[in-house]
């Protein structure tokens, strides 16, 4: 026979109203609290979380939306977002949307028919009525690795200016005066190029306009613009690219246009993932702390899930500047 709530109230010796609470995210004593966990582990015994949901109680899930599974900063963001939840008890629907504004509206409408508590939405969210529209309905969301500001919504992000211009200040320091960026199109990125651009000020160095790039999230693009670049009658000395995944596409174009890198050519990434230690040469990267941002955006949404929140926070974390063999002094 399948397991009941009155199976689990009867093991644990407690009322059936206090094993909903647990269910359901009450406050009860930390005592009772623990026998029921131990009786519905012990029975093996699961909430139906559609029936809390068409009762109009919480699921226990957050939906997870994020652009591009396959970068592997985003990935990794997916997974400690998932296990900061479990401690929780927290389910983490993912859902990747490839930066398209109709599937972030498909999967903010699908979530929420099943009812999820609240949303993450990470890096790079780019449709502005569905966020609207949830802060209207007053559902709980967190932006996740976002520069753009939403007074009515807490933000986690690392700081991206800051990042832009020690990267910047650090090449300069090195002896480079020409320095591109290859970005994407996305408010990070800008966060990062007036870091870079301020750098430069400061050094009374001129910013070429020729030598910003833009375009989209792929080592191909990026291979592309940067070969383009070295191919000019003035090319740069070093490159900075506003993720791990571009600078490798910067490495394939050097190597393709027979440039050394470091001794010729100097490349920075940005995000310190795992490609930036394994890439030949390693990366000068910037390392965002992703496992603090990741845990204070779960913790913050679980406060106004359970309206423990009294007002919207803008949380920004400090990045670091990884030095290694990709950059060297310009001779």
Known sequence: MKTTIYDVAEKAGVSISTVSKVINHQPVGMKSKQKVLDA????????SVLASALTGKRTSTIGFLLPDIANPLIAEMARRVEDRAHE?????????TDFKSEKEERYVSLLRQKRVDGFILAGGFRNKEVIHELISDNIPVILLS????????TTVTVDNFLGGYELTAYLISLGHSRIAVIAEDN????ERIRGY??????????IHEDLIVVTDSTAESAQS????LLQSSNPPTAMICCNDILAIGALLAAREEHVLVPEELSITGFDNTLISKSS???LTTVEVP????????????????????????????????IVRRSTSRFH
């Open 225 to 228: 613009l940067a070969s383009s």
């Open 280 to 282: 030949d040469p390693p």
């Open 146 to 153: 976002e520069s753009q500001p939403y007074s009515s919504l």
């Open 187 to 190: 408010a990070s990125s800008r």
């Open 40 to 47: 519905m582990q012990e029975l093996n015994y699961k909430p």
């Open 88 to 96: 929780y008890g927290f389910n983490v629907v993912i859902c990747s």
């Open 197 to 206: 651009s301020q750098a430069l000020q400061e050094s009374d160095l001129d």
């Open 290 to 321: 992703v496992q603090s941002m990741c845990s204070q955006a779960v913790d913050l949404l679980i406060d106004e899930i359970e309206g423990k929140a009294s007002e919207k926070q803008k949380i920004l974390v400090l990045p670091k500047l």
